[in-house]
């Protein structure tokens, strides 16, 4: 089966680094991406990697190693509008994403 | 309009019922899907449409059916609810569907109640 591993819940410290980590396990691979979700409101897209490595967009930045099945999402200086839920989707061998259940992430002033 | 529009926002619907759920793009967008989401789990595909004419089923097809007749509106029917069937509906685009960084786009969802 398919399979997308985040952890549930994390916490963190206003302008603090926070990685939130994420395992796949698909049929196929054709790239992964991040979403952020603010309570109550649709996911919005954060970044997309198909390629080893990291890429960077701001104070965020995404990593994916396909050997291993794994990537991360690095959040810098972190604010209080980052406390949401990160969601780790990838699209398999039938261009489908597969989501995992998102990480929900708590910023302490 | 400006990029995809839902309707209704919430709803509370008896057991039994037929239910439509309107979603509208003005991207021009060529794909379409509609997900569930629910407490714990990840968002899940229900049905999408790749282009205009065109529909397929996704990982939760079962009780619910869409028509994609133009490039803008794709609406998903249940055709008779059952309280399972409780959960926040997302509407989302993309430009192709078919590879690339083809990012979605999401619609701000509808929550449905069923009783």
């Known amino acids: 089966g398919q399979n997308i591993d985040q952890p549930t819940e994390m916490t963190a410290t206003e302008g603090a680094i926070v990685q939130i980590n994420c395992t796949y396990q698909?049929?196929?691979?054709?790239?992964l991406f991040w979403y952020q979700q603010h309570a109550g409101e649709a996911p919005t897209f954060l970044s997309y990697?198909?390629l080893d490595g990291l890429e960077e967009k701001g104070r965020f930045s995404s990593f994916l190693s396909r050997s291993k099945g794994y990537s991360y999402l690095l959040l810098k200086e972190l604010q209080m509008k980052d406390s949401a839920s990160y969601l780790c989707?990838?699209?398999?061998?039938?261009?489908?994403?597969?989501w995992g259940a998102g990480t929900k992430l708590i910023i302490k002033p | 309009i400006a990029g995809i529009t839902q309707a209704p926002t919430s709803q509370i619907l008896a057991a039994g019922r037929r239910m439509t759920l309107r979603c509208t793009q003005d991207m021009r967008h060529n794909a379409m899907y509609w997900y569930r989401q629910d407490l714990g789990l990840g968002l899940r595909l229900i049905h999408y449409s790749n282009t205009a004419g065109t529909t397929g089923k996704g990982e939760v097809p079962d009780g619910y059916s869409v028509s994609r007749a133009n490039t803008d509106d794709f609406p998903l029917t249940l055709a008779s609810a059952v309280p399972s069937q409780t959960s926040v509906y997302f509407c989302?685009?993309?430009?192709?569907?078919?590879?690339?960084?083809?990012?979605?786009?999401f619609g701000p969802g509808t929550r449905l109640t069923v009783l």
């Open positions: 698909t049929s196929g691979f054709n790239g």
């Open positions: 989302a685009s993309s430009d192709s569907g078919t590879g690339g960084a083809d990012t979605q786009y």
């Open positions: 989707a990838v699209r398999d061998s039938n261009y489908q994403l597969i």
């Open positions: 990697n198909v």
